[in-house]
């Protein structure tokens, strides 16, 4: 079986609360792309019970297999239920440390994918708290559609927004955030603006008003992230943002455009939705 797991932007972040059990509420809106890896399982009829053996290409991963989300997306699944030897092959598409929930993605497809495979029958409530476990933005991958998320990002609930009709560009400069790091240092602060409220004004209106937390800290740590967003805008951008905590940079056009020559090599995705 073979499924694309898929990348979200993030059009607003914000910290709200630091929680005393580690965590953070935030608040955001989780918009899927259509940018995906593949991930393929096949059942392994020469291998014991219990074992994945997990083949990786396309960009490279850090980490050893067994921190890989796919892997512990097994693993909590075999400890549970109980499963067949399998061999997965992921090819990655979406680079890691970006922002794009490339791993909560494949980690969440992962579980979906075994659930059909094997007819296991876990239910939607589930399959959400396996999900949550492995990642608090990993629930949003089981259905993505654009939702709001509150607490730590797993609070979600459908949004009526849509870019329909607009070209989004995406950048990777190639350099990752500390995610501990970025949460240190991100501004705490409530939206100004409600994000349940973004309807009312036109995309236009987001700039300044809709916010990500963690830029200012990365673009201290990073400058060409700044300087992609600036370059964005001044290629006629109607908002532009870094997404997640980063690294990766997004910009909504109304029109389709040149790459701009400064930033044409991170350059990594365009989709016009």
Known sequence: MVVFPGAKINIGLYVTDRRDDGYHNIETLFYPLGFSDILEVIPNRDSQ?????????????????????????????????????????????????AGLGGGSSDGASMLLLLNKLYDLNLSYCDLFSLALSLGSDCPFFLDPV???????????????????????????????????????????????????????????????????????YAFEQHPVIGYIKEELYRSGALYASMTG?????????????????????????????
């Open 245 to 273: 905590s980063g690294s990766a940079v997004y910009g909504l056009f109304d029109r389709e455009i040149d790459i701009p020559a400064g930033i044409s090599k991170y350059f990594t995705w365009k989709e016009f939705f």
């Open 49 to 97: 019970p219990g074992i994945i053996d997990l083949t990786l290409s396309g960009l490279k991963v850090e980490g050893s297999a067994e921190t890989n989300l796919v892997v512990r997306a097994y693993r909590l699944l075999d400890a549970q239920l109980g499963l067949p030897g399998v061999k997965a092959y992921l090819h990655k598409c979406i680079p890691t440390g």
């Open 146 to 216: 654009p939702s709001f998320a509150r607490s730590r990002g797993e609070e979600l609930v459908q949004a009526g927004v849509s870019l329909r009709g607009l070209h989004v560009l995406l950048f990777h400069p190639g350099t990752g955030i500390s995610t501990a790091a970025a949460y240190r240092y991100a501004t705490v602060a409530k939206p100004s603006v409600p994000l349940e409220q973004m309807n009312q004004l036109s995309v236009v209106g987001w700039k300044g008003v809709i916010q990500n937390a963690f830029e200012s």
